[in-house]
């Protein structure tokens, strides 16, 4: 699997002049200048040679004829045959008559006709790269283009600086640990220092992976990457989009065992497996709602503030007001990244093959589109889209499978012998006198997240 990671980069400027500095800057804006001209002309080319295959078929009136009885329904085998014999061999004469007049093969004209123009001096070897990704980017979207339900895709000023690490040896390009910094050393001599700031998502980490020096001992390898200049109030930016190939890893499964998770009532998140009684709460409701109330309040203050003294500077102080509800959006995808990191490791320790879940369309309502009364909690505080592909994109880098099922009657009925029974907000009870649950109170979250295992009935969409 791979993962792109952006990380901001500063150009290094110790051990240069200023004017060698300036000079290693002007080299950047002129790739970024051209770059994109480059990749237009590349994919409009590959374009313009299909579109001349088409045109050289559609001109050719023995291939026409083929096709309109080929498309007639009800030919017998041996006729079908015959046909796409004779197709096979008027292709070919296409092709023929194609390579008379053109000689070369169209991508190696696409290649020298741009590098050719190379006005700006585009790095030979930054076009290889360039050219790999307008290729494979192309020929992805062919049939869709041939089709006519896109347009060729049209590369515009500013896009990311494509380029590969040198594994040879000598390692012209690549990324290098000094004193504990991190460097990407570049075409041209030029060298960035990584630049990791608050490094929320753990970039650092998988930057010590891809040099093989985490202390995990964990190994990634870094792919073609790119660096993305963003011009903004007259000053550049640069970035780093690192693209890593992340490994699968290797886990050990029991056929057949299920982990399932409820997004609960008494806990945000409760896990239970289908045929056995491990189980796991993850998070805890009171530090959800202590930590909701106390973003209302500052929330609320700061309303009162700008009702009071309305009018003159507003503006300024609806700022505040977007920052609380940044923090808060930045505050709940933390938890988010916490819960599915600690459900995927929960699922990998009981050694499970699938990860249920409830579906998330009409998530927590009945049938009669009404929210559930025990989902009310959970709809209307957490941003359960982005909890659940979390979990999904975590369990599958951990290769386990990840399924949705109905949510239908999952917090009524016995995880043990599935009759209907009853449940107050805490507990539920089995009325069912065969049943080994009879009489007990069973965790009513555990209750539905082991239902949910349980359940038959996946959902596809
Ligand atoms: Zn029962």
Redesign the pocket.
Known sequence: MVITRKIELHLVHTGLSDEEYDQQWKFLHSINDNLYRAANRLVNQLYLNDEIDILLRYNNKEYMELRKQLAKKNLDKPVRAELKEKEKLVLEEIKAHRSAIFQRPYASVAYSMVTSQNEANIMTKILDVLKQDVLSHYSTNAKEVARGERSISNYRYGMPIPFAFDRTEKASICIYEENKKYFLKWYNNLRFELSFGRDRSNNQLVVQRCLGISNDGAKYKACNSSIQMVRKNGSTRLFLLLCVDVPKEINKHIKGKVVGIDLGLNVPIYAAVNDGPERKSIGSREAFLDQRASFQRRFRSLQKLQMTKGGHGRLHKLEPLERVREAERNWVKNQNHLFSKEVVEFAKKVEAEIIQMERLKNFGRDDNEEIKEDKKYVVRNWSYFELQSMIEYKAKRAGIIVQYVNPAYTSQT??????K?IRDNIHFK???PE????GKDIHADYNGARNIAKSKEIVKD
């Open positions: 016995c995880s043990e012998c599935g009759q029974g089995c009325l069912n049943c080994n649950c009879f």
